[in-house]
C-alpha cells in the first residue's frame, strides 16, 4: 500500500496569507490526524477527522480549521498566517479497527515558512 | 487527559555503547504506549508499540522498550548504538478515540 501522502511538501508564503495542506491517507484508513510541530514546542495536535467529522481537536486558534472528504482525504487550512506558524504540519492516517488502540501512520510533512 | 515525559531533550552515546530514552506516562486507564523516530525532513516512523500484551516489546532496529506499570514508563533501550540511530525519539501515548499525546522528543547523537 501506498503511505500517507502530504501535499505540497514546501510552502512560503507571507504574513496575512492563507494556506491549504492536503493529506492523502493511507487507502482503508478513516481516520486523518493533523500535528503541527516547531523545535520549541515539538509535536502539537490540532484535530483528528473520522468519516467526515471532527471527532479530536487541540489547542488552536480558530485561524486553524480542517475538513475530510468522503474518500478520507483531508485539508487543513491555516487563514491570516502569522510568522509564528512557521511549522512542519505532519499528517497522521489510522485503520479504525473498533478498539481503542490505533496506529498512526505519519506522512512525511509539509514545511510552511511564513515570512 | 494523558501526557508523556520524556526526561533529557538531548541523549549522547558512543558508538556501541547502550542506548537508554526515558519515557514517563500519566494515565488513569491502561495505555497504549508507542515510540516513533524522526530522521531529518521526514515525518514519524513507528519503532514500537505497547498494546496490553507482553510488558517486554520488541521493535524495529534493534529497539525494544519496557512497560513497568508500577513506574509508569516505557523506557526504550538499543544494546548497542549505531551511527544510522541518530535522530529525534518521541514517546506517545494514546486513549479512546484515536488522540495520541506525545512528548517533546529526545534528540539522539551517536559518537562515532
Known sequence: KAGVTQTPRYLIKTRGQQVTLSCSPISGHRSVSW??????QGLQFLFEYFSETQRNKGNFPGRFSGRQFSNSRSEMNVSTLELGDSALYLCASSPQTGGSYNEQFFGPGTRLTVL | AQSVTQLGSHVSVSEGALVLLRCNYSSSVPPYLFWYVQYPN??????????????????INGFEAEFKKSETSFHLTKPSAHMSDAAEYFCAVSEAGNQFYFGTGTSLTVIP
Open chain 2, 42 to 59: 521526514q515525518g514519524l516512523q513507528l519503532l514500537l508499540k505497547y498494546t496490553s500484551a507482553a510488558t517486554l516489546v520488541k521493535g
Open chain 1, 35 to 40: 500535528y503541527q510541530q516547531t523545535p520549541g
